[in-house]
């Protein structure tokens, strides 16, 4: 049940992206474009929806054992209500790693071609290396940042260790700029702990900051970067990383490292959450109901979740405990629920 739901969730979100893009694309993609994309992007969206699937195919599932009375002959046998559900959690964690590893090998690169399809002829001017970072050609200069960074929180991107690289008409290199970062304030780029150096033997200057004069935007550079949730666990941890060891930002990366580290634990706590509702429906009858109650606790869990992670980010607060407190919780009151109905 499980599997059918994941699919069926899956078909649901793939054609409203499908309605999107058409809607989006106004005349400037074709439709095998459109259709790339959407095939390229369907690993992210198989991850993401998971959780959702794994909430509705538990609910589902165990619904029907209580409706068929199958739940009451294995009670009768003598099977604890802890092995039937540690049995069901099994066959979700399964599944499970599935989802981890569509999610971990296969969404951040087909999110990378997917850009890349997207673009087309309106990103010629930017490259992405695996190892070199980002490339953009701004007239006669080059831009090399070795990491962009787009925020979840929805704020502007950023570039670190930025490479300016200065061209004459003849190809010659005439300048090299280095910075720690480029930020877009105030409808312009600046540039901050800069080292200049000219090729004519003049000494380095080195700055504070300063305004980087481009006609680059940041949408520009934002449509060829994924966000610290939708990359791999080893770019998050590389990331991480060095905004650590270069005193930078670092807590959309630890945000994204540990909703990646604890999403297996959620998806059991909410398929664990759903049990208890199941087993009161042997009672009550009201199978209908019981699901609704299960499915509007995983709401909770969201919104929890959600305002936790906000409350610890604001605060600058470790995110470990944010991910793993509205889990714990959750699967904590499930358990006491199964011992209280026992």
């Known amino acids: 049940m499980l599997l059918i739901a994941w699919l069926a969730l899956i078909g649901i979100m793939t054609l409203l992206e499908l309605k999107d893009q058409l809607a989006s694309s106004t005349g400037n993609r074709d439709l095998s474009t459109v259709l790339g994309v959407i095939l390229l992007t369907t690993p992210r969206r198989a991850y993401e929806y998971f959780v959702y699937a794994a909430v509705i195919g538990s609910a589902i599932g165990l619904g029907q054992l209580a409706q068929s009375s199958e739940l009451i002959a294995l009670r009768a ?128 200057t080195k700055l504070a900051q300063r305004a980087w004069l481009t006609q680059l935007r940041p949408e520009q550079i934002a449509s060829r970067t994924l966000r610290p949730a939708r990359q791999s666990l080893q770019e998050i941890w590389l990331n991480l990383n060095y905004a650590r060891a270069n005193k930078l930002d670092a807590q959309g990366f630890s945000a994204a490292l540990w909703q990646r580290l604890t999403f297996p634990l959620s998806v059991l706590a909410l398929a664990l959450a759903t049990t208890p509702f199941a087993f009161a429906s042997l009672r009550t009858g009201g199978l209908g109901r019981s699901i609704f109650v299960g499915m509007m606790l995983a709401v909770v869990f969201f919104v929890l979740q959600k305002m936790i992670v906000s409350l610890f980010d604001t605060y600058g607060w470790s995110m470990a405990i944010a991910y793993f407190l509205p889990a714990t919780l959750i699967a904590a009151f499930s358990v006491w629920r199964l011992k209280q109905d026992a």
């Open 77 to 204: 046998l003598g099977i604890s209500k802890l092995k039937i559900v540690g049995s069901a959690l099994f066959a979700v964690f399964l599944v499970t790693l599935l989802a981890v590893s569509m999610g971990e090998f296969l969404s951040a690169p087909g999110e990378r071609r997917a850009q890349a399809l997207a673009a087309g002829n309106a990103g010629r001017d930017v490259g992405v290396g695996n190892k070199t970072g980002l490339w953009l050609k701004d007239g006669s200069s080059f831009i090399n940042a070795r990491r962009a960074v787009l925020s979840d929180a929805g704020k502007p991107v950023e570039l670190w260790d930025v490479r300016l690289l200065n061209f004459d008409a003849r190809g010659h290199l005439t300048a090299l700029t280095l910075a720690q970062t480029a930020t877009y304030e105030g409808g312009g780029w600046l540039l901050k702990n800069v080292t200049q150096t000219g090729l004519d033997g003049a000494a380095s």
